[in-house]
């Protein structure tokens, strides 16, 4: 019987050489964008404590978390129980008391709390990790995928908003993905629970219309009337998620629906001061108020923000938003924070969709030194040696092979240049340099060849 051919979990990916160099490409981007406006870099474990992550999701998040086993005998604690814990959630602390982290922002409330007295506030961090969901693998969606989250947190001004925004404007236009901004506050969303007649439902509510892009507004009134919500309470929110007009029309609309919830008036006026600093700035991407934008976690209190590619299929390739007391959880209370994340492996499929990915992004070796034998190999050792401490990316093909094969090598890693060293190199000190685009040659010394490499590099 034959071997099966190894596989990986669904929803999780290799990634060739190729596509591992686009992808630094993006993390390269989105990290010199943190650093140019102040962020300092931290990394958490891949795991944590589930009690640091269940509750801070909603219901349908605290299902998608991956629990670890505990080590040894994880069994034993559970035989003697009766049959109603082993069909309920009772037995999770029982067998798993540790889970991979569903996402950054809650690990890293966890690592402000324990390191309080090791950071300054606000501080301003970013990280860039994998994070692991069980989803229903899909185009775009994957059990196993990169965040990249900058966030501030000790700080309540609205500036830190408009900084995010700006940080998504500045990545995606040097990525060159045109995009629309979307952005909405979560206390206009309490607010229009509270004028339907329904603030209890404030989280149902949230959770349904986050899906209005996906489902359809039909689909969201059915799973908001499934939730309890009355027909006439669902009736109210139509007009007011169907709101449209320019700014100058949505906001003196929005304040007369919610002038009897002082928490929504309070969710505009914060929204009015971020949307006036944006539209002082030169954006060279678009933004909008969206009323339909929720964002499903729980923990955010105030702004919301979310990020699509433009003329694409596939969804958010960013979002994020404000959490007034995350770090409270913890024992840390009242310190509010506001953060965005770029999904990295969504940015990666939208480029690739729309072939974006610059050549220039693809760093391979400039040079091969063709392998003639042990004797030229000890005569280009330091030839090499010399020419990477000039910053060039180049080796030496490692056996003595057939010549067509160590050009096959070259040409199946984009390899431009080809240096061949024999006996009257060895013995003149100029040697054949061959540019494998033309076929031509040229017979120059080390430091004309290094020279010659530099200057078609910049």
């Not at 591992?20 to 990290?31: A, E, L, V």
């Not at 034993?76 to 037995?91: G, H, P, R």
């Not at 929720?294 to 209190?301: C, D, K, M, V």
Request: glycine share 6%; proline share 4%; with cysteine.
């Amino acid at each position: 019987m034959a071997n099966k051919k190894p596989s990986i979990p669904k929803g999780t990916r290799d990634f060739l050489p190729a596509e591992m160099q686009k992808r630094s490409y993006i993390f390269d981007t989105i990290k010199e964008v943190f650093q140019r406006y102040g962020y300092l870099p931290i990394e958490t474990p891949a795991m944590e404590n589930l009690s640091s992550l269940l509750g801070k999701y909603g219901e349908e998040g605290d299902k998608l978390l991956f629990k670890i086993l505990n080590s040894g005998d994880f069994f034993s604690k559970i035989k003697n129980k009766d049959e109603e814990s082993l069909i309920t959630n009772k037995i999770t602390p029982l067998i798993s008391e540790k889970g991979l982290r569903y996402d950054l922002t809650v690990p890293f409330a966890r690592f402000v709390v324990q390191h309080r007295n090791d950071i300054s506030f606000p501080f301003k961090r970013y990280q860039i990790q994998p994070v692991w969901r069980a989803d229903r693998p899909q185009k775009g969606r994957y059990r196993e995928f990169f965040q990249c989250d900058v966030d501030v947190i000790g700080s309540n001004s609205l500036l830190n908003e408009v900084e995010l925004i700006l940080i998504i404007d500045d990545v995606f236009t040097r990525l060159g993905i045109e995009t629309i901004i979307c952005i909405n506050n979560r206390k206009i969303l309490y607010g229009i629970a509270e004028v339907i007649g329904e603030p209890d439902k404030v989280i149902d509510i949230t959770i349904a219309i986050d899906k209005i892009d996906k489902i359809g507004l039909e689909k969201v009134n059915e799973e908001l009337f499934q939730k309890g919500l009355s027909a006439e309470a669902i009736e109210k929110l139509q007009p007011i998620i169907n709101l449209k007009g320019i700014l100058k029309e949505k906001f003196p609309k929005l304040m007369e629906i919610l002038k009897d919830s002082e928490i929504g008036l309070q969710g505009i006026e914060e929204t009015m001061m971020v949307l006036r600093h944006l539209k002082d700035l030169d954006l060279d991407n678009k933004w909008r108020l969206d009323l339909t934008l929720a964002r499903g976690l729980n923990y955010y209190t105030g702004a919301i923000i979310e990020v699509k590619a433009e003329n694409s299929s596939i969804g958010s390739i960013c979002g994020g938003g404000r959490y007034d007391d995350l770090t409270g959880i913890f024992g840390l209370p009242d310190v509010s924070g506001v953060g965005i994340s770029f999904g990295a492996d969504r940015i990666y499929d939208v480029m690739t969709e729309k072939n974006l990915f610059p050549n220039k992004s693809i760093s391979t070796s400039k040079l091969l030194f063709v392998n003639f034998g042990k004797d030229e190999e000890k005569y280009c050792l330091p030839l090499l040696a010399k020419i990477r401490k000039a910053e060039i990316n180049a080796e030496i093909y490692p056996d003595h092979a057939k010549m067509k094969k160590q050009m096959t090598y070259a040409n199946n890693k984009n390899i431009p240049f080809v240096v061949l060293v024999g006996a009257d190199e060895m013995r003149t000190g100029k040697l054949t340099l061959k540019n494998m685009q033309t076929g031509e040659q040229d017979k120059l010394p080390i430091d004309k060849i290094i020279e010659k490499i530099i200057s078609i590099s910049n």
